[in-house]
């Protein structure tokens, strides 16, 4: 019975999530009036999903990655390329990057999974300047600093998603999909599994789990979510260059978690949306807007530095929220 | 009539450049024994432990483990035959609660793999957490389960950590200087804790620096001094022997002249 109840309020949760992307937003979004907003909360659900990507490897897995933006390009070049070249739809085109930036980021993630700290987080530097440089280079097959231009729109299944109001239904639905794949790993045991190797992998190690394994599957799964984030970019944006996947970006993502709270959730989401909306909000006050956005995160950091919706906080509330009976008198633990 | 032997290793060497740190050491460890391992400082103890669980390889020797030459095993796979360890320096997962800290163990043991996570795996996981409340209500710490493992007090820590290594559910527990830093009660609690562990019927191998508690409870106690073995009987024998009063004594004065 308790286990019923929990179990529909769950639901319910998901339920009131949902409509809050797919209904309260967009009418609020609306309400605002023109293409201009629901352009920003694009760009906002494309970082929510590489956030909450890079907080599964940095946030849980304790993997300092310098490069995501690297494997957000790979995700959004070949979703370029192939409907542009071979006319695949999104459907197709979706996956394909997800599928490309995975396999590119196992590959060459490989080597350095037994680097530790500083090393494997200069290594992935090295990885996200790669990338960059061969499709700034590369110009018979990425057409260099020229870009890809004219990417189809997304269409789903005959579902016309052209503008920027579908477009943002697009971006929610894969934006939701990540968040829901994150969840389901962070807040279960294999979540316990990738916080125990941030903390102490050699320990981890002695409990009998596989570090280099456990941290080339986390990798994997957020370079295939960060690589689905760039397919949604290359139909909603119709143009991308070599500019968009660069250094900058890498530490944009980066500062989202930390300021959201490394390792949470919610917190990848928040910091994702604040670090996007607030420059936008703050076009008033013009120049000064991104020195605004600096004292934001600096004093964000000098106060809440464990992110605005810390770890230990966010886990205990979805372990609460998941009604698992965590507590003495069902001993069943937590999902 | 003996018990089946769980742990033999043969003629075990590890040098650090020109220190052999474990030199030629042999043992058996069976089914069911509650064994000390003690040493002076720097007798090599804490070398031979990782030469048995995987975590440095050995210069020469071999080591078996119910039946099986584990040598050139990585850690995780020593450990998911059976043979759990404590580390000397407490090492704990600060910022996770006392229960997932401690669920780790069970996880590393039973598997909880990226398909589990994506699909569900409710039964695994109910079996995981099972064995979780199970250590902890053997540590007695099932009553702060939700607390951060960083918010213990050090002889909590030193509980969290040994019902970390019983959730992998072992057929071999090794603890390393599980004693360093308690006061007497504590170590007097952690005596009888230990004992209880061996009376359910766990085998358990005891490196400790201090011969007190083992001398109190172990069977058998075998002696490393400078990377050797030179003694291995029943705690009353063993401290009878001169030669292990020697290797004592040797240190205890330059740690007066110290
Ligand atoms: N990784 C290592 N590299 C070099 N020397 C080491 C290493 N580990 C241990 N030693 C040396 O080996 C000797 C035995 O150390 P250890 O096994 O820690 O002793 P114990 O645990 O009995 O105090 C010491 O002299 C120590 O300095
Ligand atoms: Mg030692």
Redesign the interface.
């Known amino acids: 019975m308790v286990a019923n109840a929990s179990r529909v309020s769950v639901a319910a949760r998901w339920l009131g999530l949902a409509a809050l992307l797919f209904g309260l937003i967009p009418a609020l979004l609306a309400a605002i009036g023109g293409g201009y907003p629901f352009q920003v909360a694009i760009t906002a659900l494309i970082f929510v999903t590489l956030a909450v990507s890079l907080n599964l490897v940095t946030g849980t897995a304790g993997l300092l990655s310098l490069g995501h933006a690297g494997f957000f390009g790979v995700g959004a070049y070949a979703a370029a390329l192939a409907s542009t070249k071979l006319g695949w739809p999104f459907p197709l085109t979706l996956p394909l990057a997800a599928v490309a930036a995975a396999v590119v980021g196992v590959l060459v993630a490989l080597p350095t999974m037994r680097l530790i700290s500083i090393y494997f987080a200069v290594a992935t530097l090295g990885i996200g300047e790669m990338i960059h440089v061969a499709l700034l280079n590369w110009v018979s097959f990425t057409r260099g600093p020229m870009g890809i231009r004219a990417i189809p729109p997304i269409e789903v299944l005959g579902l016309d998603l052209s503008g920027v109001v579908g477009g943002y239904y697009a971006a929610a639905a894969v934006a939701a999909a990540g968040i829901f794949?994150v969840h389901?790993?962070t807040h279960?045991?294999?979540?316990?599994?990738l916080?125990?190797l941030r903390?102490?992998d050699?320990?981890?190690?002695?409990?009998?789990?596989?570090?280099v394994r456990l941290k080339i599957?986390a990798f994997g799964?957020s370079c295939a979510i960060a690589g689905a984030a760039g397919a949604v970019y290359a139909h909603t944006a119709s143009f991308i260059s070599p500019d968009s996947f660069r250094f900058e970006e890498s530490i944009l993502i980066l500062a989202m978690i930390v300021v959201g709270g490394l390792g949470s959730l919610p917190g990848a989401v928040v910091g994702a949306v604040l670090l996007i909306v607030l420059p936008e909000a703050l076009r008033g006050i013009g120049d000064f807007r991104m020195i605004a956005v600096g004292v934001f995160m600096f004093l964000s950091i000098l106060f809440q530095p464990k992110g605005l919706l810390g770890?230990?906080s966010a886990i205990?509330l979805f372990r609460r929220q998941l009604g698992a009976a965590?507590?003495?008198d069902i001993?069943?633990?937590?999902? | 009539m003996t018990a089946e032997t769980l742990l033999e290793v043969t003629a075990l060497s590890r040098a650090f450049g020109g220190l052999r740190a474990v030199d030629d050491v042999s043992a058996q460890i069976r089914k069911g024994e509650l064994v000390g391992l003690i040493g002076p400082n720097g007798a090599g103890k804490t070398t031979l432990f990782n030469l048995i669980s995987g975590f440095t390889p050995p210069s020469s020797g071999t080591v078996v483990f119910r039946g099986r030459t584990i040598n050139g095993l990585k850690p995780h796979q020593v450990s998911r035959l059976g043979m759990a360890r404590t580390f000397q320096n407490l090492r704990i997962f600060p910022n996770m609660t006392v229960f997932d800290n401690v669920s780790v163990g069970a996880v590393g043991a039973l598997g909880y793999g990226l398909r589990h996570g994506f699909f569900g795996g409710r039964a695994r996981a109910e079996e995981i957490s099972a064995r979780t409340w199970a250590a902890l209500e053997r540590v007695g710490l099932a009553g702060v389960a939700g607390e951060l493992a960083a918010n213990l007090s050090y002889g909590k820590r030193k509980y969290l950590e040994i019902a970390r290594a019983l959730a992998t559910d072992p057929v071999l527990l090794i603890l390393d200087e599980p004693a360093a830093g308690l006061n007497d009660t504590e170590t007097a609690e952690l005596a009888r804790f230990i004992k209880g562990l061996h009376a359910e019927g766990g085998t358990i191998l005891l490196v400790e620096h201090d011969m007190g508690l083992v001398m109190s409870i172990c069977e058998r106690v075998m002696v490393l001094a400078s990377g050797a073995k030179i003694a291995d009987a029943a705690p009353a024998a063993v401290q009878a022997d001169p030669a292990v009063l020697e290797a004592y004594l040797g240190i205890a004065d330059d740690e007066e002249v110290a």
């Open positions: 794949a389901r790993l279960s045991y294999y979540g316990n599994a916080r125990s903390e102490d050699q320990c981890a190690a002695a409990m009998g789990l596989n570090p599957e799964v770890e230990a205990a965590w507590r003495g001993q069943a633990g937590w999902k």
